[in-house]
């Protein structure tokens, strides 16, 4: 049986659709569909049941004492696990048009959104008949045109016939019913058609208008269905309305840097509290991902949605011929591209859009999102994208803890723009079409005798493309293909087929799920994520080789008073790793009198030296990676280092530090070349176990402190890291064990609060190298004694 899709959506239905596949009574696989118009399809085998589907969970009571008023037995009447879905066994109930006029009684009871028959398919799929039906575009091969809005009301499921009457009256649709409309379970979309758009081909400065649209769809992770099509209008019209109110008084985002990709925020309401930071630092990563010299205008607002929703967002879309896609991907290749030179040379793109058949169409047009034109084919005018976040979802702001049942919004939101920058597919919701991202959509198994995936360039110049909806089976046989590497994809059920397979550990970020507590960041943009990225006509990774991943918090230690720690991130080339010292010594509520002053140096730099290797503690003879703070740049391949320390006389209780990473290729005074910050803390005064300052409103140090230094000091099992223990003095000796001097500095900040120590020294360092012999500390006044001479007090001379 051949069968067509249509981007149909039915209101309100689309909840059932999804949320049946976990029902374990009788109707395990229900789904929703709309019966063919063509009288050649197979028809189903009616079961006699009735499903009844109320516009309220909560009416069911009611329902079913109306039900009953009917002279329908009770006991035939069942609840699907399905919220608002009640079950009426009426096989037996006079035949089908008994059944009918059974069904027009019930649908007059209050509550009742529609009555639908239920049937079944030769594979025993349960279908409920969907009677109301929206069509919000249609698309066909022929034409680009926009099909009108088509509202396909009908009130009742059995009235098929009148359905039939009304879509054969309705020449878009009616033009390709040779089959069944298949309505999807996953992709409930709403399309706008846009304003038709101006473009200027990079390629060839020709001019041109085309036709344009927004697809509105809920974001990616939350309960699937949630959202019905007339939300998603709603929402849609709401974030219109919201971005005319303040296009008045539009600023450039919230952060820019320049030069590569220049991605704007436009926030249209109110922010949560922590939202503007992590939106801040999702817009100043990705900008660092991307070289393409573009403007990416995204609006933003966040409005209360309900529950089990994320959000809903709104990608732009142009089309183009597939020769002019192809011509513009190939001169747009960057330096680390080749594939898109392999792309077929013809006029057309053979494509199966049927999984399950050899057919193959010669496809001359190519969908794609606005943001993704910008990149590699031309500027267009108007808005690139539009998302709307639910203010009544759980979200975390400040990753890499992301609180249990919470969801982090950082991922969410670069995994939104990864959809908007053009990961997504024309299996979703297309009537036989396709986007940029599909140009590499083959089947995964090569077939009967058959080569449907490719092995070579040579295979990729020629094989046909496959854009289809869950076909063939078994499930997810489809991958991204690009000859050197191959991904596999996500084919549309149970996930969006704008994704890559839903597996664990997940490809990418573009993985279809997101689970509560789980991040990707700081790296969001994994290998997989960014082949993709660059195949479809962005400048991936950076040829800025100066941008550079960030050093990773150590999430595993406690913080202590002083030293900061941190995992080197991965690099290509050595790099060096600067401290900024943002505030010093500068508990809340104060400093005890007496305690040294230190803002002097907040606003400075330091770097992390060349860590040196210790042991942190016997008999278990942990290493610890162990490094004082330098006036210069070090230079280091980091890879082995796993966590780093960092002690020193700028490293200080109740300090605040920023530690950015730099390629030592790069000019170290252009801000731009440094990676993002990652914002280190360190804890009060002898503050090294819990609870902490704050935490609760106790003394703090307190005796579980001390103890824990002593243990540290007797070697005890269990005993904490000297990288929390040790206290003294201004420059911590990393190789000396933890001692009595130790538990004493605990002591004295137990008993008065006042850090006793000088803290940071002058860059560079006031003393010369080598110049005063000493012995012991003491011999150099306030400096100290390195390697037999006396330096600085943060153990550094200038040579
Ligand atoms: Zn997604």
Redesign the pocket.
Known sequence: MERFKLAVMMFGMCVLGFTVLAEADGLADLHYRFEAVDATATPLAPTGVIAVVLNNAGMDANARTAIAALGVDPNRVTSSLLAGTLLIDAADIGGPNARAQLATQILSIPGVDYVAPVSETQNGVKLALAPRVYVSRVSNQNSDALAPSIDLTTANGFEIESLRNRIAATPEISAVTSGWFQVSSIATRYVVPNEPASVTRYLDGTTATLPSETVWRE???GTHGALSVDQLKTIANSHAQAARAIEEETTGGIAAVTPGLDLRFQILSSLPAGAAAAIAEVEAYLEAQFDDPVVINISLRFAPLGSGVLGSTGSSYLSTTYAAARDALQANMDITDTIQDFLPSTPTLPVRYNGNSETVTNENRVFVTRANYNSYIGTASGSTASMTFNTQFAWDYTPPSISPSTWDFQSVLV??V??ALG?TSGADFRFNDLETLDLYRFQRSDGDGTNHNPDTLADFQTTPRMVDQNEPLPIDDVNSDLITVEYRMSDGNPR?A??FRDQSPAIGI???TIGSAQTFFPNFIRQSDGDMFDAIGWDYPSQNFCRQDAPIRNLTALPGSRYISFIPPDHIETIAIRVKLVSLLNPEGGLPAGSPDLSAFEGEVRWVGAPVESTDSDPQGTTLFAANTSCEPVCLDWIGYDVVHVYGGEIAPNSVYEVQAIRCSCDTSIEKDYSTATSLTTSHWGDITEPFLSEIATIQPDFSDISAIVAKFLEAPGAISKARTQLQPNVLKPEVPVDFKDISADVNAFLDGIYGYTGPCVCPSSVTCGVTSCAVDSDCGTGVCVDSFCTDACGRCTP
């Open positions: 974001m990616c992770g995994h939104e990864g959809h990961f969006q704008s994704h573009m993985d279809p």
